[in-house]
C-alpha cells in the first residue's frame, strides 16, 4: 500500500557517501524538523530522469527553496557511488542532495516501488514527489506511468508551493 498525506516518512537507514567515505544516515532524523522536498526517480543516468527530472530540480532550486524549503533531494534505488557520479554529472551540488535508498529500504516501506526487471533494472523507485514537514508527508504526487514527468517535475512543484503559500 502506498503511503499517504499524513503520514510519517518510515524509519530507514541509508548509505551515502559523505566526507568520511561511506556514512550512514537515518533518514527519518535527517528530515525531522525540516521543510524538504524529496522526489523519486526511477534510476540515474535513465532517460526521463537525468533528462527531465533532476534537471528540472536543479534549474528550479532557487525558486523552490525561496517558498521555505530547506532542502531538495533526490532519492532513486541505486548505489551511492552511482548517485554521486549523477549528482557531479548533473551540477546538483548545493541545489539538490542525492540520496542513494541502494537497497529501497525507505522507498519500500512507502509502498512506491515497481518491478522493472522486463527493463533490465530490477526493484525501483516509482516517480513521485513529496513536501515533507517535520518528517510527515504532504503534497504526494505519483505518477503512473514511470517515464512521465508531468505531477512530479519541479515545474509542477514549484506551481504547488506558490498555491500552498497564498
Not at 3 to 29: C, Q, S, W
Not at 98 to 108: G, H, K
Not at 115 to 121: F, H, K, M, R, Y
Not at 144 to 150: G, I, K, N, Q, T
Request: net charge negative; aromatic share 6%; proline share 4%.
Amino acid at each position: 500500500m502506498t503511503i499517504a498525506n499524513g503520514a510519517r516518512i518510515p524509519h530507514a537507514v541509508l548509505k551515502y557517501i559523505g566526507p568520511n567515505g561511506m556514512e550512514d544516515l537515518d533518514f527519518t532524523n535527517y528530515v525531522a524538523g525540516r521543510n524538504v522536498i524529496v522526489f523519486g526517480t526511477p534510476g540515474a543516468f535513465t532517460p526521463s530522469c537525468a533528462q527531465k527530472h533532476l534537471p528540472g530540480f536543479v534549474t528550479n532550486a532557487d525558486k523552490i527553496k525561496q517558498s521555505g524549503i530547506d532542502e531538495i533531494i533526490c532519492l532513486s534505488v541505486n548505489d551511492p557511488f552511482v548517485m554521486k557520479q549523477w549528482g557531479e554529472n548533473a551540477n546538483a551540488a548545493g541545489k539538490v542532495t542525492m540520496m542513494p535508498d541502494w537497497n529501497a529500504q525507505l522507498c519500500d516501506a512507502m509502498g512506491l516501488t515497481f518491478d522493472a526487471s522486463g527493463a533490465g533494472l530490477g526493484k525501483r523507485a516509482k516517480r513521485f514527489s513529496m513536501v515533507v514537514t517535520d518528517g510527515v508527508i504532504s503534497d504526494l504526487q505519483v505518477e503512473e506511468v514511470a517515464s512521465d514527468v508531468e505531477l512530479t517535475g519541479a515545474e509542477a512543484c514549484v506551481v504547488r508551493l506558490g498555491k500552498r503559500a497564498a
